[in-house]
């Protein structure tokens, strides 16, 4: 088993920066690779970022890609999401993942979830 446990949301104006931090307690975090997802109202669930077990693999989604940068600290496990030039439809729950090893971007390819944190941009 693997807790995952998310932080680091809140309420920003369009334009700040978030850090979301995702901290790991059980298996041997460095075996995982770490996804991050979000959830709008009303909207289903949407990749936004992944990390390979390496750390040297990263793959991000379109709406994100140039703004958030996905990143990891193995000795402290822990994973972040650094989220720059927030937009207004950012806005959205979001969730850390983990799953063995390699990159995903489907969420039922992923075996650990955390709660989530509810990130907020406001106009």
């Known amino acids: 088993q693997v807790q995952l446990v998310e932080s680091g949301g809140g309420l920003v104006q369009a334009g700040g920066s978030l850090r979301l931090t995702c901290v790991a307690s059980?298996?041997?975090?460095?075996?995982?690779?770490i996804g991050w997802f979000r959830q709008a109202p009303g909207k289903g669930r949407e990749f936004v970022a992944v990390i390979n077990w390496t750390g040297r693999t990263t793959y991000y989604a379109d709406s994100v890609k140039g703004r958030f940068t996905i990143s990891r600290d193995d000795a402290k496990n822990t994973g972040y999401l650094q989220m720059n030039s927030l937009k207004p439809e950012d806005t959205a729950i979001y969730y850390c993942?983990?799953?063995?090893?390699?990159?995903?971007?489907?969420?039922?390819?992923?075996?650990?979830w955390g709660q989530g944190t509810q990130v907020t941009v406001s106009i």
């Open positions: 059980g298996r041997t975090f460095s075996n995982y690779a």
């Open positions: 993942a983990a799953r063995p090893f390699n990159t995903a971007s489907n969420g039922p390819d992923y075996d650990y």
